[in-house]
């Protein structure tokens, strides 16, 4: 098969996936947010069923939740069409790991910084978003950069639940022209350029933040 | 004499099991400039916070103008206060901090006009005049637009009095504000206070290791030991005469250093 049209095949595919990413990573944000908001502040009972999630999709695969999403749910009554299956297993998978993220950046602001505002009398509803939330979003930055790179990989499993994405396309070029070679070198540069593109916004985010924060790109 | 401003009775305070104030008693009254001296862990800094609510306490009571802090009045006695309460006494208080605690993501300005916008409704224009003010008066006026990691220890500890300052608060507690600076940075700090103290128009609580100006600004100094007062008078008597053979250590160790 000629090298552009295999090219055009993958991108195609690539466009998916894209699409994938561009559903899951909000969704993955709000679970983070979320859940890590309740980690941290709910009350008992709440905090505990944020922990049951949080643990629960950090401590099986995330394969199998979403064949169990895709293929065991649909036996209990909940059906979901490929896409969705494959947004909401991954925005969950990823959302679960970024709940540490924003519980950790959030333990990392100073005590110092929560003292301060108490003394200026700030509501408690002022301390976390005027005070600790914009120090602690810098922090975040960088592991959830970390975290949307994971994900763009990760969107290569919904090829196994009939998701003609990236991966299923170059799989089934390969499979039908044998052109192993130049497709999978094709698959591996684009996945390449889409974690780039991510990290290289990031970096950009992370700059734009950290004004005053003493923490510029350099990581100080 | 009129109602102290400040009044600590019979106050309990401990972590844990290490107990800090054991009916303890104290008071301040309006218009006070009062220092408080004495080794590290003997309670004084646990007394400032205290009183601007970061530290509760296990029992007596700590009244300020003439209300419970920690409590409210009700019709079947004390109760131990609500957020709302604690939120209505905290604007009699300001607080400095040792380590300055200036909010890193905001400039030298809006560190100052944040509280009085956002806690007291002022608005942008008002809260920017005080801050203009309360700049020229810790002489930062041309650092407004900086940022706290710009600035010096002595640059920082200065908008932190500015910031506590813009709350109008009556009572100020300042809490070791120049034992976290490099030495040739702490009389511009000192200044500043120097400065307040003379308008006399506000009480001061100050825990300081600065001896010789607790000395010269202060009203009354308390000498701290083990969570008690051990000795307190007029600054002259204490730190020429002290009474008391542990005031007299304490002072004789911090003079030959």
Known sequence: MPFGEIISILLEGALV??????????????????????????????????????????GTSALIQLYWIYFVLPFFGFSFDAMTAG????GLNIGAYGTEVVRGAMAS?????????????????????????PQALVNMIPPFGNLAIELVKATSLVSLITIADLTYRAKALADMTLQVTEIFAVVLVLYFLFAQVLAIGFRVLEKKLSRGLGRGGLGQ | MSQPLIEFQGVEKRFGDTVIFKDFNFSVEDGEIVSIIGPSGSGKSTLLRIL???????????????EPLWHKRTANGLVPADNKHLHRMRHHLGMVFQHFNLFPHMSVKRNITEAPMRVQGKTKAEAEAIADELLELVG????????????????????????????????????????ALDPELVDEVLDVIRNLAKKHSFTMLLVTHEMYFA??????????????????????????????????AFLNAYMSQ
């Open chain 1, 87 to 90: 947004v909401v297993a991954l």
């Open chain 2, 215 to 248: 000395r010269e600004i202060s009203d009354r100094v308390c000498f701290f030991d083990q969570g008690a007062i051990v000795e307190e008078g007029e600054p002259e008597q204490i730190f020429t005469a002290p009474k008391e053979t542990r005031t007299q």
């Open chain 2, 140 to 179: 930062m006026s041309d650092k407004a637009d900086m940022y706290p990691n710009e600035l010096s220890g002595g640059q920082k500890q200065r908008v932190g009095i500015a910031r506590a300052l813009a709350m109008q608060p009556s009572i100020l507690l300042l809490d070791e504000i120049t034992s």
């Open chain 1, 17 to 58: 996936t894209l699409k994938i990413v561009a559903l899951a990573l909000p969704l993955a944000a709000v679970m983070a947010f979320g859940f890590g908001m309740l980690r941290l502040y709910a009350p008992k009972p709440i905090k505990y069923l944020a922990i049951i999630y949080i643990e629960f999709f950090r």
């Open chain 2, 52 to 66: 601007m609510t970061l530290e509760g306490i296990e029992g007596g009571v700590v009244n300020v103008a003439g």
């Open chain 1, 109 to 133: 602001v100073p005590k110092g910084q929560y003292e301060a505002a108490v003394a200026l009398n700030f509501s408690s509803t002022q301390r976390l978003w005027r005070i600790l939330m």
